[in-house]
């Protein structure tokens, strides 16, 4: 993820298929299934293209990619995050709710994942949901001035 931090997204693409296509061909059998879906590698390079692609605001190729990482590796938090918030961004609050609630299940001592999940409640219209949510997330250290404002863009997009 070196050329995406600089800022170079072609070259971070570009590196995280060409991982994707190396670990693919060595752990494709003859029949087309992997023989070993507990690699890293592949679900790792699933993730941070998608990631690219979510900053490029490619959002259905983020979403793809993500659920390719989720199927690969189903422990993973991160993925179930990244992949709330492109269908967050994609306005399928429903969708965004499920992935956010596993990557809780999953993690639940990232604070970005109470606080992610408030906002969804909120797009939702279910804002006394998301007060449990929002204290974990103040409580974790998001301040309370940043959870407002994303709170009232989030009633603003009902």
């Known amino acids: 993820m070196a050329h995406f931090e600089s800022g170079d997204c072609a070259a ?3 590196d995280q298929t060409e991982a994707i296509e190396i670990a693919e061909a060595g752990a494709l059998r003859p029949e087309g299934t992997f023989a ?5 590698v592949l679900p790792a390079a699933y993730l941070n293209r998608g990631i690219v692609y979510y900053w490029q605001k490619d959002l259905r190729r983020a979403t793809d ?8 590796d189903p422990l993973n938090a991160e993925a179930y995050n990244y992949r709330g918030l492109a269908e967050y961004e994609l ?9 956010f609630d596993q990557a809780i299940q999953l993690d639940p001592s990232q604070a970005k994942f109470f606080f992610l999940r408030a906002i969804v409640k909120t797009s ?8 449990p949510d929002i204290a974990n997330a103040v409580q974790m250290g998001i301040s309370q001035s940043s959870i407002e404002d994303e709170l009232e863009r989030a009633k603003r997009r009902r």
């Open 12 to 14: 971070s693409l570009r």
């Open 36 to 40: 070993y879906t507990n690699s890293l």
């Open 65 to 72: 990619d993500f659920n390719d990482s989720v199927s690969i």
């Open 91 to 99: 306005f399928d609050d429903v969708a965004a709710l499920r992935n």
């Open 124 to 131: 939702l219209g279910l804002d006394a949901e998301a007060q």
